[in-house]
């Protein structure tokens, strides 16, 4: 039983910064990449960031590169997001995944606004 759940969301004024985590149950975390993905309101969900079993490979989408860092702690079975210069666009439910499954947490709300 996959489990992903999504916590670290909030209200943040342009510019602040947040650290979302998404702990992970029910598969070998270790063995697995892991995703974050965001839903904006009114748009598709879109891959933010990826990374490596490992944690040695990472990708991010061309809005968030400079400013989001994925990482993971394997150890406690957990990915984490660190959101940094935020931008009102970046105002959506973020969710981690992990590609090999098909199941998604309840995602957590990011808001960026003044």
């Known amino acids: 039983q996959v489990q992903l759940v999504e916590s670290g969301g909030g209200l943040v004024q342009p510019g602040g910064s947040l650290r979302l985590s998404c702990a992970a149950s029910?598969?070998?975390?270790?063995?697995?990449?892991m995703n974050w993905y965001r839903q904006a309101p009114g748009k598709e969900r879109e891959l933010v960031a990826a990374?490596?079993?490992?944690?040695?490979?990472?990708l991010y989408t061309d809005s968030v590169k400079g400013r989001f860092t994925i990482s993971r702690d394997n150890a406690k079975n957990t990915v984490f997001l660190q959101m940094n210069s935020l931008k009102p666009e970046d105002t959506a439910v973020y969710y981690c995944?992990?590609?090999?499954?098909?199941?998604w947490g309840n995602g957590t709300l990011v808001t960026v606004s003044s």
């Open positions: 990374i490596s079993s490992a944690g040695s490979d990472f």
């Open positions: 029910g598969f070998t975390f270790s063995s697995a990449a």
């Open positions: 995944n992990a590609p090999r499954f098909k199941s």
